[in-house]
């Protein structure tokens, strides 16, 4: 069973950046899509951004488009999301998560994911 970790979150002012991390332990993360979503207080959990299990593709939110970048790397069994120019809209609670299909598209909803990391809170003041 895949276990996902998220690492790198913290409190940042308007305009810094961040790099979140998303490791996995239990099997490679390789053949499958990850994404991230994040969950701001009182709010639904929304999509941010995902890359697909080859890596050649990857899909962002209209809202993070130009300032964020999601990286795999199948070697450390990681991916990343890179966040700049970090705004206060951006605070919330960031969850990687995955499927359980290889080689599976995934979309943006939350329901085509079965594995959720506990996720890590990213703080941006103004």
């Known amino acids: 069973q895949v276990q996902l970790v998220e690492s790198g979150g913290g409190l940042v002012q308007a305009g810094d950046s961040l790099r979140l991390s998303c490791a996995a332990s239990g099997r490679s993360l390789s053949p499958y899509a990850v994404a991230w979503f994040r969950q701001a207080p009182g709010k639904e959990r929304e999509f941010v951004t995902r890359?697909?299990?080859?890596?050649?593709?990857?899909y962002y939110a209209d809202s993070v488009k130009g300032r964020f970048t999601i990286s795999r790397d199948n070697a450390k069994n990681t991916v990343a999301l890179q966040m700049n120019s970090l705004k206060p809209e951006d605070t919330a609670v960031y969850h990687c998560?995955?499927?359980?299909?290889?080689?599976?598209?995934?979309?943006?909803?939350?329901?085509?994911?079965?594995?959720w990391g506990q996720g890590t809170q990213v703080t941006v003041s103004s």
């Open positions: 890359i697909t299990w080859s890596g050649r593709n990857t």
């Open positions: 998560a995955t499927g359980t299909s290889p080689f599976s598209a995934l979309g943006s909803a939350t329901y085509e994911y079965d594995v």
